[in-house]
């Protein structure tokens, strides 16, 4: 399997291109995805002067094997909100994101939620709304390598 290391200042570059249409769509907050979407919507929020930023804990992977089964914890309370982009670095498979929107969906129909993500497989079981590059082998984000170094 091929690997592409991903860096900090392509990521920065890649958040960049992600906020013109995030801010057209002018969400009430940016619910990241733990681990891998945490970085990626701390900085769009920042981009986006956005204050209101929650996370979701979804652990599907083992290092890099898929798990049989999800576990989502942490779910925000968004009842005060209309419009949401749930963030992730990338958009695999597309089942964890399949299931945190059944999730947060059931529990918030009131929310028009839409998808941000840097990555995506054209695979995927779901497309994001907002994405920038389509992975065509392992990525090996900075910060799962770098911190390790």
């Known amino acids: 399997m091929t690997k ?5 200042d392509e990521c920065v570059l890649d958040c960049k291109s992600l906020l013109a249409p ?18 990626i919507g701390q900085l769009l929020s920042y981009g986006m002067n956005q204050r209101e930023l ?8 083992d290092d890099t094997t898929k798990l049989d089964s999800f576990k989502i914890s942490n779910i925000p309370d968004l009842s005060s909100f209309k419009k949401i982009v749930l963030v992730d670095d990338i958009v695999d498979s597309g ?11 059931k529990k918030y129909p009131q929310c028009e939620i839409k ?5 995506y497989k054209n695979s995927a079981l779901i497309m994001p709304d907002f994405k920038v590059k389509e992975a065509k082998e392992w990525i090996d984000f900075f910060w799962e390598i770098d911190i390790n170094r």
Do not use: Q, W
């Open 22 to 39: 995030i801010k057209e769509y002018n969400p009430d907050a940016i619910v990241s995805i733990a681990r891998g979407g945490l970085l």
């Open 115 to 119: 998808i941000a993500s840097i990555f």
């Open 4 to 8: 592409k290391y991903y860096s900090y």
């Open 54 to 61: 929650y996370s979701i804990n979804c652990v599907h992977y």
């Open 95 to 105: 089942e964890t994101m399949v299931e945190i929107l059944k999730i947060v969906t």
